[in-house]
């Protein structure tokens, strides 16, 4: 792979939040920036907004051309005027995590006490509920007293499942979608080999490889291939790949002979040109420390107790890296404590991308769910 570019300087829409952030790592970031975009429009009565989370990979462009890669926004099958969170009835947020690198504070971003240097390495370790707490301070900066709802798949919804846990009177209703109220051993094994794969890189340079004007673009790579893998299921891998070679008419033992070599090979190169690998390296640790129960005595469904807000719990059948055993440990939990909680497994042999693409019974749940919630909370 040839080295690829640093990440372009785009002037993202953001907000400088006074004071700061206290981190549950004990560091006060003083200088806070959430970087955010919004679709539709907020109604008089400030009660129509909808929060998105964002996962691992993934930023505030949800509905709209990147301005890196080009591409349409990522969550487009969802997101938008006609779809299930209608950017025509509903006024859609969605904020770049803490830690990320499209404008939000991360590694990127100036170091509090040497200005003028990033953070990089030195970015000091974030939570999800930090994320949150981010997220919350540009809510409140909007003026925004309770969303409407927070909806979000993967990293996103453990946000959501956060948000519903920190901030129950704020959220009227929460949809965690393809999410785990905790990260597994096997999910943190496979982001270690990611992050090994990027400190092996000879360009990492210690985390500060802005300094030789190098990123570690193969480790990078290497961690956004494997981690892919992940969120395919073998059924998709098959249908799409099988064992197809790309025109190879003799044995070989290196290069991407199989169509699926290729394609993961395109994922890891795409990726390096829009994403920071120090800040890889925060989200994927803070996916890892997540664990709503620990936080709650050992007990999940304490973190939800007396909640008002209506869930819709969504897992799929073939997401082996969030499996639907883990949201139905959620539902258990809600159920414990009386909760108003929907769940519901959809059928798909696509894996734990299934969230993304276009999966009619999926959209229909949504929409069904969303236009109950906007009922009950008298929006019309």
């Keep these: 792979m040839d080295q690829a570019p640093p990440l372009p300087e785009i002037n993202h829409q953001s907000v400088l939040i006074e004071g700061g952030l206290a981190l549950d790592c004990g560091v006060h970031l003083r200088q806070l920036v959430v970087a955010y975009r919004t679709y539709g429009t907020l109604n008089a009565a400030r009660s129509n907004a909808v929060l998105i989370c964002h996962a691992l990979t993934g930023d505030q462009y949800v509905a709209e051309t990147h301005p890196v890669s080009g591409k349409p926004g990522w969550w487009g099958e969802m997101v938008g005027p006609g779809k299930p969170v209608d950017t025509d009835k509903y006024f859609v947020i969605c904020a770049n995590v803490l830690g990320g690198c499209m404008g939000s504070t991360g590694p990127r971003s100036p170091h ?12 000091p370790p974030v939570t999800i509920p930090d994320m949150v707490r981010a997220q ?37 209703a929460a949809v965690p979608v393809a999410a785990a109220a905790f990260h597994s051993a096997q999910n943190i094994a496979f982001h270690e080999v990611g992050r090994q794969a990027i400190f092996a890189d000879p360009d990492f340079h ?5 300094q030789h004007e ?3 673009a193969r480790g990078l790579a290497v961690a956004r291939m494997t981690a892919h893998i992940t969120y395919l299921s073998e059924a998709a891998l098959s249908r799409k790949f099988g064992r197809k070679l790309r025109g ?23 990726f390096v040109r829009r994403f ?52 139905r440990a959620i539902a258990r939990a809600l159920n ?8 519901v497994e959809i059928d798909s042999d696509k894996g734990h991308d299934a969230f993304l ?8 749940t949504m929409r069904g769910f969303l236009a109950g919630a906007a009922e009950a909370a008298g929006l019309t």
Aim: contains cysteine; charged residues 20%.
């Design 112 to 123: 509090d006490d040497r200005p003028g240097e990033p953070w990089g390495i030195e970015f």
């Design 136 to 172: 919350k301070k540009l809510i409140d900066h909007l003026g925004i007293e309770r969303l409407f709802a927070v909806v979000g798949g993967s990293m996103g919804g453990m946000q959501v499942l956060a948000w519903a846990a920190l901030y129950p009177a704020h959220v009227f």
């Design 206 to 210: 210690a985390g500060r490889y802005w």
């Design 214 to 216: 190098a990123i570690p």
């Design 248 to 270: 190879a008419d003799s044995l070989t033992w290196f290069g991407d002979r199989f169509e699926v070599e290729s394609y993961l090979e395109h994922q890891g190169s795409s």
């Design 276 to 327: 920071d690998a120090n800040s890889y390296l925060t989200i994927t640790r803070a996916m890892d420390f997540f664990d709503l129960a620990a936080d709650h005595g050992g007990v999940l469904a304490e973190a939800f107790r007396g909640t008002k807000t209506r869930f819709l719990l969504v897992s799929f059948s073939s997401d082996w890296l969030f499996p639907t055993a883990q949201c």
């Design 336 to 343: 414990h404590v009386a909760a108003n909680v929907s769940f």
């Design 357 to 364: 693409l276009d999966e009619p019974d999926f959209t229909r």
